[in-house]
């Protein structure tokens, strides 16, 4: 019986308890997150972190969630209070929906009942992802405008249209995945990945993938829109106590959501890594939900690794690399797969399909060496001092202003 | 002029002059695989033993000259060092020192010589631990402890009287008022060449 049929058998209270399991693991998620994500990067800057609050200080996030919640709510005077209540509420709401349509375990025994932990398994299931996803970009949008205040609403409109690029270049990534699986149903997406994950195969797409995921969710080393010591905080600065921390909640959710994503597309979902299929049969099944989460922690660290690695990108340069370099290049690379797809299942004569991969591989080697010498062109110039001054207005060198007191 | 400004050592791997006059060659950023390097910086930074001290639980020595809570020292009879000249409350640049002196009397002497700080308060709200007033202490009566631990919760705590100041009363000393040591005068004092208290002083501290 195939996921779909499964998951149409389910009694009501069957679907009911899987949202409310949904929704309390990634709360629990988020909580451990925060603190994991703190530890690691205090690692990484050999600091200890948080340590203070329980064991390890794994109660930290617990009692800064309880202190955000006992603060003073505060709505001001010039926001407009209907909106500025519900934009939170979308943006979380949304970003919980995502979940839905992931599929956490193979089948597994649910108190007597056999299923999959998936609430529901559309045929159009990673469309309604990207869909959701769009969905969550209103509560930004409207949280800045309705704050009426000037930098919630720069940086509502920053965080909007940064999420809306990179979104373009994640739905591309997918594509190509769309192709080699024939379907865009996560479960039988997870199903053809059963040789070889997506990751490997179309390792192109994966990169881009991972690269907009980052984008996506307004983290560093893109997190222009709340830029600490720039700004104020972006779209959510108006907002304090339970709303802001359901802001924050669903940043951390939606961290959850796109590695969660991710692993389903290009990392075989819940399916153990390859060798160890065997595992998946331990515990009834319900193993399958430890790889699953592995692979999304795993995901969670590479965030954690890049915030502790990276610094912020200027917006011209970031929209710059959306834009004019992920899209085209996964325009580039949908053409490509989907010509070889076709290719294959036309039964194309193994000598034109080698051909034409040797043509493309020619082309790109062409652009590459042809951008690589304009680029060492600019390099020499420079170094021969050619064209000494740039076309922008930089300071005072010091070395010259000494030659001119001295002289 | 320029060479007044040729750092005196590299030590922190910090400006140098030659490097600051070399002209800029390196216009190439660096390589992609470079740039992936840092990423080996931070995993591998991960693995190596934190720096952070754990505060209230283990407190690291500060350096020796370290700017801290000032203390009023007293001379080895017991006697102040202070002589409420003021010196200390015009040098300080935050306004925090208020000194009142006032005349040492028959039978109540506080200080060797003619005068002695009456009044002495040290507003540690305001005080930014320069060290101006130790500089223009002319009797040394006044110089820093390593005590950093100041905080407290309200104005008044921090407002530090004379008493809070002073320098505790060690072994031979007596506590003023008490007069002078006999045949001495203000000088010897501060040659030095009282060491400790007589007992026509009065009774000296033992332990």
């Known amino acids: 019986m195939s996921n779909a049929e499964l998951i149409g058998q389910d009694p009501g209270w069957v679907i009911a308890l899987k949202g409310v399991l949904i929704f309390a693991v990634c709360v629990f998620l988020t909580i451990m997150s925060v603190w994991g994500e703190r530890r690691i990067v205090a690692r990484m800057q050999q600091r200890s972190g948080p340590n203070r609050v329980g064991k390890f200080g794994l109660l930290q996030a617990l009692v800064d969630g309880v202190k955000l919640a006992l603060k003073e709510d505060l709505i001001p005077k010039a926001a407009d ?109 997870v199903a053809a990945q059963d040789r070889l994950w997506f990751a490997v195969l179309l390792f192109p797409s994966f990169i881009i993938y991972a690269i907009s995921m980052v ?5 560093a080393p893109f997190d222009l829109a709340e830029a600490e010591g720039e700004l104020v905080g972006g779209f959510h600065t108006e907002y304090s106590s339970l709303k802001f921390a359901l802001f924050f909640l669903s940043e951390y959710v939606n961290i959850l959501a796109v590695s969660a994503l991710a692993t389903t597309l290009f990392l075989g979902g819940y399916k153990a890594l390859p060798g160890l299929g065997f595992t998946e049969q331990w515990l009834g099944g319900w193993f399958t939900l430890v790889w699953f989460f592995v692979k999304v922690l795993g995901f969670f660290f590479v965030f954690v690794w890049l915030r502790g690695t990276l610094p912020r990108l200027r917006y011209d340069q970031f929209m710059k690399f959306g834009w004019k370099v992920l899209i085209p290049i996964s325009l580039a690379w949908i053409l490509f797969v989907a010509t070889l797809r076709v290719m294959f299942q036309q039964g194309a004569p193994q000598l034109v399909v080698g051909v034409f ?46 030659e001119q007191i001295n002289g | 002029m320029a060479e007044d400004l040729v750092p005196r050592s590299d030590e922190f791997g910090l400006a140098h002059a030659d490097q600051s006059k070399a002209p800029i060659t390196n216009h190439e950023s660096a390589s992609f695989g470079k740039q992936l390097l840092g990423f080996w910086v931070t995993f591998k930074t991960m693995f190596k033993k934190v720096n952070t001290v754990q505060y209230p639980e283990v407190k690291e020595p500060t350096a020796p000259r370290f700017h801290g809570r000032h203390q009023l020292n007293r001379h080895p009879d017991g006697l102040e060092k202070c002589i409420g000249c003021e010196l200390c409350a015009w040098a300080c640049p935050a306004d ?60 008044e705590k921090l407002i530090f009287e004379k008493d809070d100041l002073l320098g505790p009363l060690r072994a031979g000393m007596v506590p003023p008022p008490h007069p002078m040591y006999p045949n001495t005068d203000d000088s010897n004092y501060y040659r030095g060449e009282v060491t400790g208290s007589h007992p026509s002083q009065g009774v000296a501290k033992n332990d």
């Open chain 1, 215 to 219: 984008g996506e969710t307004n983290r």
């Open chain 1, 81 to 189: 209070r209907v909106v500025f209540v519900i934009a939170p509420i979308i943006s979380t709401t949304a970003c919980f929906m995502a979940f839905a349509v992931i599929p956490l375990t193979g089948q597994v025994n649910f108190f007597g009942h056999t299923t999959v932990m998936q609430m529901t398994d559309l045929s159009v299931g990673v469309l309604y992802v990207l869909a959701i996803a769009s969905v969550g970009v209103y509560g930004i949008v409207l949280a800045g405008w309705s704050s009426g205040s000037t930098y919630p609403l720069l940086g509502g409109l920053r965080s909007s249209a940064q999420v809306i690029s990179y979104e373009v270049a994640m739905g591309l990534s997918l594509v190509a995945v769309f192709i080699y699986a024939g379907s865009m149903s996560t479960s039988e997406i």
């Open chain 1, 357 to 402: 991969v040797f043509s493309i591989a020619i082309i790109f080697i062409g652009i590459n060496t042809l951008l690589d010498r304009k680029k060492v062109d600019v390099a020499k110039a420079l170094r021969e001092n050619k064209s000494s001054d740039p076309d922008f207005p930089v300071p005072v060198i010091p070395n010259s202003r000494t």
């Open chain 2, 96 to 155: 925090a020192i208020y000194v009142e002196g006032a005349d040492n009397k028959e039978g109540e002497r506080f200080s060797p010589g003619e005068r002695y700080g009456k009044v002495y308060q040290i507003n540690y709200l305001r005080c930014i631990f320069c060290g101006l007033c130790i500089e223009a202490c002319p009797t040394r009566a006044l110089t820093m402890t390593n005590e950093y631990e100041l905080a407290d919760s309200t104005r």
